[in-house]
């Protein structure tokens, strides 16, 4: 599906509860079928509106997929005393949405969709810089104050991190927020300093 207004010119409109439907069925389809099997006619008649009404929103099928991502929203930690903590609770806020298995399903849908689907790969390089923006800000924060060695390589940080999320994915079972203190202590012992 393509349409010609782009999804900005229609944030005037006033229909952010038809918006927010459409997002919620797009997600629910996704969860139940995975990416490939969903459509635009399958999201316009599940949600009870025309295709025309989705083009209003978004300018094609990967676009309503893309806004749905934001479930799981951007990474923002504060500063939680240090980075043993601010990791655990990266850790725990990432790994809220994988707790339920349509959650586990829709991803690795959408991985599978961006390895051959290069306008979507840059969507979920998006979603997983967010990640790493948030290991890398914890680290320099955890650098000030004096928890992290200050040649830390950030990006093995982001590695570590990423792969109890990826483990996740691939397993389908997630870490029960009590099992994340491992992980966020490992995570805080190769940093430099942790506290047991």
Known sequence: MSCEQSSAETEETG???TRDRILRI????????????????????DARVSKATICRHWTSRQHVVEATRLR????EVHDLGSFQKEIKWILEHRLAGYREPATL????????VATNDDEFRAVLDDWIEQFSEAIR?????????????????????????????????ITQKSFSPAEVDVPAMLIAEAAGHAVS
């Open 105 to 112: 399903r829709l991803v690795d849908s959408l991985i599978g």
């Open 72 to 75: 799981f929203g951007p990474v």
């Open 26 to 45: 797009t997600l629910r389809l996704l969860e139940e079928h995975g990416y490939s099997a969903v459509t635009t006619e399958a999201i316009a008649a």
């Open 137 to 169: 800000h914890a680290a320099e924060r955890g650098i000030a104050q004096g928890d992290v060695r200050d040649d830390v390589d950030t990006s093995a940080l982001e590695v570590l991190a990423a792969g109890v999320i990826a483990r996740t994915a």
């Open 15 to 17: 229909l952010d509860s």
